[in-house]
């Protein structure tokens, strides 16, 4: 039996989905980060991608024919040509690209995808001339200071190349960002132009999500027991690893990721690109993608609340009746969309004292807030709104689903499948079997 595996990697853990050609599952894995400083991420996640493919049963390993695997979108960083990180990760959250904003206006089209603080197109720009260049940047890092070559990747792109060993392939899904054109299927002037310097990282060769890539390495076959066949297939981001896993086809259709923060998208006929809302499209068949990325979320709910405490207050919260606390609820300052500002301050007060009241209005508060993203992409011109799927974490809570389909107007579900891991799965799967 050929069997195919989904790597994800989320903001807190890493996860693997084992299924078969019928889309049965017939392993999963999860693997939880530690609290560990952001230069030290990528031996977190090397650490994280071995562990959850050494909880897979051996004799599930030596069926695995195909592995795709998910990560944040825009969170990425800088290797030397061997594939070693010469600096600490940027994450997809991390605004520090603001300082380099007046260059990218300069450099990208108007509303362009990646005029966004949080792009990785601004995230490289601040590599190459923000406050702290590359080569200062470098120094101290296994000697890899000065104009020494680096490799420029996204974080899904840095962990294939760990199983496949081809350093520098990327996926249009998480070079979006970063201002790869999917309709001609490479990197515009603008960008090539843009970027030219002395101190210039290469840019990733971009592929289609779910391209053969190459075959696992042959020691980490041996290692983990992997078939010689078994191959890596060019990969996609995490949001968009849980719109396949929940078998949404239909124009119209939305995936709503209710994570540590929330992510919107819309399947189109249309496709739609706006930076001034942080809007954009990814193309999935003949069909788009149409969405945006809040900082607002799951996170923002951890912070004041325990699982337990969630769950046990979210009870005693009347769906049907509006809260009339308006919050903004950020960790901190600067969103994406439907507001794309990296200085929009978090709006969390007043607080009240009763702990459901609390709760109930920044429940209220995301609700609006994912409602106003939809709404967006409608204006400007996206498939109307027929349905919403959530996944992620706050896919559990019904009381919730309950607010949200009150200010959604269309009905709210939870797909059979919600993990990112079994869309990467899928992922694999159909590459494998075209």
Not at 202 to 213: D, E
Not at 231 to 258: C, H, K, M, Q, R
Not at 363 to 391: F, H, N
Request: aromatic share 8%.
């Amino acid at each position: 039996m050929n069997l195919y595996l989904g790597i994800d990697f989320g903001t807190t853990g890493a996860r693997s989905t084992i299924i078969d050609s019928q889309g049965t599952i017939h392993c999963q894995t999860e693997y939880t980060f530690a609290n560990a400083q952001q230069p030290e991420l990528p031996s977190v996640w090397q650490n994280a991608l071995w562990a959850v493919i050494e909880q897979i049963p051996p004799s599930i390993r030596n069926q695995v024919s195909a592995i795709a695997l998910d990560g944040t979108s825009s969170t990425v960083m800088l290797c030397d040509t061997d594939g070693v990180p010469v600096c600490e990760p940027i994450l997809y959250n991390d605004a520090r690209g603001a300082a380099v904003t007046e260059t990218l206006r300069a450099i990208a089209p108007a509303n362009h995808t990646v005029l966004s603080a949080t792009s990785s197109l601004a995230k490289l720009l601040w590599f190459c001339r923000g406050g702290a260049p590359v080569p200062a940047l470098c120094d101290g890092w296994g000697g890899h200071g000065g104009t020494a070559p680096t490799v420029f990747l996204h974080q899904a792109d840095w962990l294939a190349f760990l199983l496949h060993g081809k350093l520098g392939i990327s996926d249009y899904h998480n070079a979006l960002k970063l201002g790869f054109d999917v309709d001609t299927l490479c990197y515009p002037d603008w960008l090539i132009q843009g970027i030219a310097g002395a101190v210039t990282p290469k840019l990733p060769q971009v592929v289609a999500p779910g391209t053969p890539v190459g075959e696992v390495k042959v020691e980490l076959g041996d290692r983990f027991g992997f078939p010689r066949h078994c191959t890596v297939y060019a990969g996609t981001t995490d949001s968009i690893a849980a719109f396949l896993a929940s078998g949404v086809n239909s124009p119209g259709e939305a995936v709503t990721s209710l994570g540590s923060t929330l992510a919107v998208k819309l399947l189109s006929h249309t496709r739609v690109d706006d930076s001034r809302y942080g809007i954009y499209s990814h193309k999935l068949g003949d069909l788009w993608l149409v969405g945006g990325a809040s900082n607002t979320g799951g996170a923002v709910l951890r912070h004041f609340f325990t699982d337990t405490e969630l769950e046990h207050y979210s009870t005693q919260i009347d769906p049907e009746q509006e809260s009339l606390l308006d919050y903004y609820p950020l960790l901190k300052k600067g969103d994406r969309f439907p507001i794309n500002d990296p200085n929009l301050p978090p709006k969390l007060e007043p607080r009240p004292t009763d702990s459901v009241e609390f709760l109930h209005g920044l429940l209220e508060s995301i609700a609006r807030i994912e409602a106003r993203g939809y709404q967006l992409l409608q204006e400007l011109g996206a498939t109307p709104l027929t349905k919403v799927y959530t996944a992620g974490g706050g896919a559990r809570n019904q009381v919730w689903s309950a607010i949200r389909q009150r200010y959604l107007k269309v009905p709210v579900e939870t797909p059979v499948q919600t993990a990112a891991a079994y869309g990467a799965a899928l992922l694999a799967m159909r590459s494998a079997t075209d």
